[in-house]
């Protein structure tokens, strides 16, 4: 499941096919990813022009002249393929249609944009630009981590007297916005806090925020060489994950230098937990 930085590294790959062109013609194969696809569709996108490329948690949203803006959400298995373009060092012929290839976007300047989900756990929508943020997709998201909205005196008021654990409040979208399951335990490996820790008793709010901004920012540096060094020949917009410090690695040895404890995983509202017994109290 793509996190908040790797919707935004697919964004930043979107902006060269997408932002300040036309979407000379739209064609949507089917009448619904997760949920319905908007009504008129294709007359809605055809003619309209991309002004801007933006994202809000882990939706990308693509504001258009005709002042609706569409919703783009990878879901679990969604992939943007980009074609017709040259992506960093690559020029990306247009593939043959592929199965499940819903939504194709044909832009000013010959790019194509290609969104290709097996499973259709994705979603699409159009939405009024100026009022984006009263979508039900969108209300009620806490602020962006990486926006000035989301600091210490926000986060410790936040976490003030909340008896869950620290890793649910990082995981609840109401607090702050984008964090899933992987980050969350990067964040807390980090920062040296125990998953389990109630969240009303963090001492230095602060310093989390620091903590979660660096992982954040650090994934998305990642993404980012990732794209320009990207080889895919079917312009999939990809995001190559890092080696995670501590995600996905119960049972090798914890990387702090010193410590000899091994990754241990609980499982915490039905997510697993990846954390060092030793390192995070
Ligand atoms: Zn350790």
């Not at 309209?48 to 005709?66: E, F, N, Q």
């Not at 943007?80 to 373009?85: A, D, E, H, N, P």
């Amino acid at each position: 499941m793509p996190e908040l930085p790797e919707v935004e590294t697919v964004r930043r790959g979107l902006i060269p096919a997408m932002e300040g062109r036309l979407i000379q013609l739209a064609e949507v194969n089917r009448p619904d990813l997760r949920w319905p696809l908007p009504a008129n569709m294709p007359e809605r996108l055809t003619g309209k022009r991309v002004l801007a490329l933006r994202r809000r948690s882990k939706y990308i949203l693509a504001d258009l002249s005709s002042g609706e803006s569409l919703l783009i959400h990878l879901g679990m298995s969604g992939r943007m393929l980009v074609s017709g373009i040259t992506l960093g060092n690559f020029f990306h012929d247009h593939p043959a249609p592929a199965k499940h290839d819903h939504i194709v976007l044909h832009l000013e300047g010959g790019a194509r944009v290609t969104f290709n989900d097996a499973r259709r756990f994705g979603a699409m929508d159009l939405l009024p630009t100026a009022t984006a943020e009263a979508h039900p997709l969108l209300s009620g998201i806490g602020p962006e981590p990486l926006g000035n909205a989301f600091d210490e005196s926000y986060f410790a008021a936040t976490l003030q007297g909340r008896n869950t654990p620290i890793k649910s409040a990082l995981l609840d979208q109401h607090l702050v916005a984008g964090l899933g399951n992987i980050y969350a335990c990067e964040v807390l490996y980090r920062a040296r806090i125990a998953p389990n820790t109630r969240a009303g008793a963090i001492t230095d709010a602060g310093r989390l925020v620091a903590i979660i901004r660096d992982v954040l920012l650090e994934a998305i540096e990642a993404g980012g060489s990732s794209l320009k060094d990207y080889r895919r020949t079917d312009g999939e917009l990809g995001y190559f994950q890092k080696a995670f410090a501590v995600y996905g690695r119960e049972g090798q040895p914890c990387q702090t230098p010193g410590c000899t404890a091994t990754i241990a995983r609980i499982v915490q509202s039905g997510r697993s937990s990846f954390y060092c017994p030793n390192c995070q109290k």
